[in-house]
Nanobody
Framework: QVQVMESGGGLVQAGGSLRLSCEVR????????MAWYRQAPGKQRELVAA???????NYGDSVRGRFTISRDSAKNTVHLQMNSLKPEDTGVYHC???????????WGQGTQVTVSS
């Protein structure tokens, strides 16, 4: 089994920064990719950033250049540093741990990020 636990988030003014963290516990050896997704009210869930076991990263177009995903392998933790935040970054941010096997991925409960204008 794999457990995914997010922390961070909160309320920040536009232009500010926040840092999200995602810790994975359990059978972490099965995880090949960690990713952050977000969902705003009335919108579809979208990929924010992802990092593979090999260290390859991928970013959504709307956050590239402002957000940075990184990992602390020793702590099985992934961080999302969010800079130059905009009101449109508001949403619930979910961490996903993916084994790359069909249907075998795990989600955290989500953490709210609110950016005020």
């Amino acid at each position: 089994q794999v457990q995914v636990m997010e922390s961070g988030g909160g309320l920040v003014q536009a232009g500010g920064s926040l840092r999200l963290s995602c810790e994975v516990r359990g059978n972490t050896y099965r995880i090949n990719r960690m990713a952050w997704y977000r969902q705003a009210p009335g919108k579809q869930r979208e990929l924010v950033a992802a990092i593979t076991r090999g260290g390859d990263t991928n970013y959504g177009d709307s956050v590239r250049g402002r957000f940075t995903i990184s990992r602390d392998s020793a702590k099985n933790t992934v961080h999302l540093q969010m800079n130059s935040l905009k009101p449109e970054d508001t949403g619930v941010y979910h961490c996903n741990a993916d084994t790359f096997r069909p249907g075998d991925d795990y989600w955290g409960q989500g953490t709210q990020v609110t950016v005020s204008s």
